[in-house]
């Protein structure tokens, strides 16, 4: 399968796809295809005698790639986007033609080293002990089914099998929801109000309300930035109550957590020192590519205790006493994930980092004060964080979804929808320093048109 010249041949013309792709400013928006439009246009592409390298890559280039939507598109401004740094995005090219297996000390020393570091910056930055720490994993599902499983094993060593409950905002991620269905136990949601968060009374309520249900409480969750509209909980109230009732006090900060590290919004986020356990996602505001969520825990030896997988083939990993990521999460085999976001943290320095947030949340609150001033347009409700939420007066979902179709078809911006208690809306998500105010107000005039 391996022939020098044709290898070289096809290196250089992965290389220049890649560098022609880093010249780009800004990226190709794109756009998506339907199953029947690719087949038409690709076709089969996986042959007995295959296509050649050189082929298949221009097949990639010219059909497939146009039919994906950039999301580090300046324009790309829903769910939550990823904007990573040049330097993250070519150290991944690095990590994959390294071949590192990430899952041991044995094997990956020196990468797990460099995560760690990261891991131990955050861990910092948020206020938990120099003790504390945790592993990358795919992302905030999976960190917060890992963080969620030690914290009912810890609620069963402390009172056996319960009807368990996970205590959470009505506004919290879906995947809270999801996790509860893994691992057996229900959700509680506490009501967030016209606010958007859940604070301690809140919560509280919620407690008093399943335990009236049967249910007993395993751990309470705080999100610091909720998906759709980037509100940060109590984290304090909460955990105040999860120490009173003697349950975990988890962070869902996937999204908005990134922002602690600028110090004008650090107090914000108070509380979060108290977490037995956060994540938060690089891929999303931290300017790191995909795949990437970093989970971490004030007492990382609950994690390892549960997660330590056993065999023989094993036992040499198991013997060692060093740090192995497949320890701390619900994974073993893994890439080391985090490299991305040490390269280029290392590269340009966390000073960059809290600028580029700052300049996020700026811009966030400078196109909410123009949203204001427009009386074909309102606010949902005031940004926190870099998420903007308003409203076209007088338009329906299904106004809002042939707008966004045109945008995204003028090759302007990607700008979904979404609603609120059935009431329909649309929402900037702003995570790119690429992202201007100009492209924005552009946004908002094709409203009004």
């Known amino acids: ?109 020196g990468a797990v080293y460099a995560e760690n570091q990261v891991l131990s910056f955050l861990a910092r930055e948020f206020g938990l002990p120099e003790t504390s720490g945790g592993v990358f994993v795919q992302g905030g599902t999976l960190g917060n089914l890992s963080a ?16 368990w409950t996970i205590i959470c905002s009505e506004e919290a991620h879906s995947s809270i929801q999801s996790v509860a269905m893994v691992l057996g136990v229900q959700t509680t949601k506490a009501a967030s109000g016209d606010a958007g968060f859940i604070d301690y009374h809140s919560a509280k309520t919620a407690v008093i309300e399943a335990e009236k249900s049967g249910l007993t409480p395993m751990a309470i969750v705080g999100t610091s930035g909720t998906t759709n509209f980037g509100i940060i909980d109590d984290l304090a109230g909460l955990a105040k109550l999860a120490k009173e009732i003697g349950v975990w006090f988890h962070v869902d900060g996937a999204y908005g957590l990134a922002g602690a590290l600028v110090p004008e919004l650090r107090p914000q986020f108070n509380g979060i020192e108290q977490a037995d356990s956060f994540i938060v996602d690089p891929h999303k505001w931290l300017f790191a590519p995909f795949d990437a969520c970093a989970l971490v825990y004030r007492n990382p030896q609950l994690a390892r205790q549960t997660f330590s997988q056993h065999g023989e083939y094993l036992e040499p990993i198991n013997k060692s006493t060093e740090w192995n990521p497949s320890d701390y999460a619900f994974n073993l085999s893994r890439r080391a994930r985090g490299l991305p976001l040490w390269f280029s943290l290392a590269t340009h320095g966390a000073a960059k980092y809290r600028s580029a947030l700052k300049q996020n949340v700026d811009l966030a609150f400078q196109i909410a004060a123009e949203i204001e001033k427009r009386p074909n347009l309102k606010l949902v409700r005031k940004p926190q964080l870099s998420v903007v939420v308003f409203e076209r007066v007088g338009w329906q979902m299904e106004d809002y979804e042939k707008w966004s179709e045109q945008l995204l078809a003028d090759q302007t911006a990607f700008v979904l929808p979404s609603s609120l208690r059935g009431k329909p809306h649309t929402r900037f998500a702003i995570v790119n320093p690429q992202t201007s105010f100009e492209l924005l107000v552009e946004i908002l005039d094709s409203m009004e048109k």
């Open 1 to 109: 399968m391996h022939n020098p010249q044709s290898a070289d041949s096809l290196r250089k013309a992965i290389f220049k796809y890649a560098s022609e792709r880093f010249d780009y400013n800004p990226p190709p928006l794109d756009g998506t295809a339907s199953p029947a439009e690719l087949t038409a246009e690709v076709g089969q592409t996986i042959t007995e005698d295959g296509l050649g390298g050189e082929t298949a890559l221009k097949l990639f280039a010219e059909k497939l790639a146009p039919a994906t939507i950039s999301t580090d598109h300046p324009g790309f401004l829903s769910f939550i986007p990823a904007a990573p740094t040049e330097a993250a995005s070519l150290f991944d090219l690095v990590v994959s033609a390294s071949s590192i297996y990430g899952g041991s000390w044995l094997e990956g020393s």
């Open 148 to 163: 969620l499983a030690v914290a009912r094993e810890e609620a069963s060593k402390k009172s056996g099998a319960k009807n």
